[in-house]
């Protein structure tokens, strides 16, 4: 199983300023020069090297897409979500799909909040003629929503809105396959090589119905649950089924618990659906996960932010814990 981040912020895409780019270069050159170590003759790999291994949130962004991952378990791709991060997902799969003229793979949707499909009408194999590519992508979404999941992503399409409309794609490029889940909804899918996947999906604490999703195969468990804010009392059962013993498990950690409160911000966050590093140590404790990835990531957060909110996990949980970026694969 390989999962790779396309897209990590939560609520709207948040590029990098280019006041905190200049912030972030100045500081490292201030850490270089304080080294020593480089003279005008240091070749440029020898730079470069350096770079890479000083702390990340120093030298690089986590990434402003919204959510969107993929998770391949051999010919099997999920995506999870799509968030502008899809766009990406789209021009890495275009090689394999002129190569092979076929692409399939199936959306596994946590909610339509906007940083969670607003990618959908970017993403490039989505316009690929069918008289020459024979593309096609299953999605799976809830269905006590006010409108369904089809009607969603072709409203966000509807003319005066956007150019080409959702029908006509469905006629003449990717065949779209739309299914309802629900909470305790189980799927299985089988590999070429026979061997199962199994995906749960269980409901989450969030403004309008939302769902986790855990993926296991080949042994493995990826356990994925983004916008969830935690109940006041204890860990829900449905949580724990999803993330229990999962060697990954990647969740939404959009704040501090004092910018929850509003300690700091002064807003609080009650009832906005997002979770704080004291609520992810109490769901772990509980579900005992291996290994932990914080993502949905505050627009407001800038990359030290988001690094504290990772380390402070790790702190209360003792589990290994990192914040997911643009770019980022896991190898289950
Ligand atoms: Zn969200
Ligand atoms: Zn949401």
């Known amino acids: 199983m390989q999962a790779t981040f396309w897209g990590v912020r939560g609520s709207v895409p948040s590029p990098i300023t280019g006041k905190q780019l200049e912030a972030k270069i100045a500081h490292t050159i201030h850490y270089a020069i304080r080294t020593g170590k480089f003279t005008p003759e240091t070749p440029l790999e020898e730079v470069a090297t350096w770079l890479h291994e000083i702390p990340f949130e120093m030298r690089s962004t986590y ?20 968030g502008t991060g ?6 890495a799969q275009m090689s394999g799909i002129i190569k092979n003229k076929t692409l399939s793979c199936i959306a596994l949707l946590t909610h339509v909040h906007w940083d969670h ?4 009408p970017f993403w490039a194999p989505l316009y690929l003629p069918r008289r020459v590519f024979n593309c096609s992508c299953t999605l799976y979404g809830g269905k006590t929503w006010d409108s369904q999941l089809e009607l969603v992503l072709k409203g966000q399409m509807n003319a005066p809105v956007f150019p080409v409309n959702l029908e006509e794609i469905e006629q003449t490029s ?14 299985r899918f089988e590999t070429r090589s026979n061997d199962e996947v199994r995906v749960l999906a269980r409901k989450l604490n969030h403004p309008q119905e939302t769902f986790g999703y855990r993926i296991e195969y080949n042994g493995n468990v990826f356990a994925f649950t983004t916008d969830n804010e935690p109940f006041a009392a204890g860990v829900p ?17 959009q704040y501090t618990l004092q910018n929850y ?3 700091v911000g002064g807003v609080p966050k009650h009832g906005w659906g997002h979770s704080y590093p004291e609520a992810i140590a109490l ?6 996960p291996k290994r932990i990835i914080t993502t949905h990531h505050d627009p407001q957060a800038d990359d030290d932010t988001i690094w504290k909110i990772a380390h402070t996990v790790q702190q209360l949980t003792g589990i290994p814990t990192e914040a997911a970026y643009e770019g980022l694969v896991l190898d289950l």
């Open 261 to 263: 409160t509003g300690e």
């Open 283 to 288: 769901i772990a404790e509980h579900a005992k």
């Open 174 to 187: 990717m065949k779209l396959n739309f299914n309802s889940i629900y909470d305790g909804w189980e799927g």
């Open 63 to 82: 990434g402003g897409n919204t959510t969107c991952l993929s998770v391949n378990c051999d010919d099997i791709q999920f995506i999870l979500d799509m």
């Open 86 to 91: 899809i766009r990406e997902l789209g021009l």
């Open 237 to 253: 059962k449905g949580m724990i089924e999803l993330v229990k013993n999962a060697d990954v498990w990647v969740t939404d950690c």
């Open 117 to 120: 499909i607003q990618g959908f």
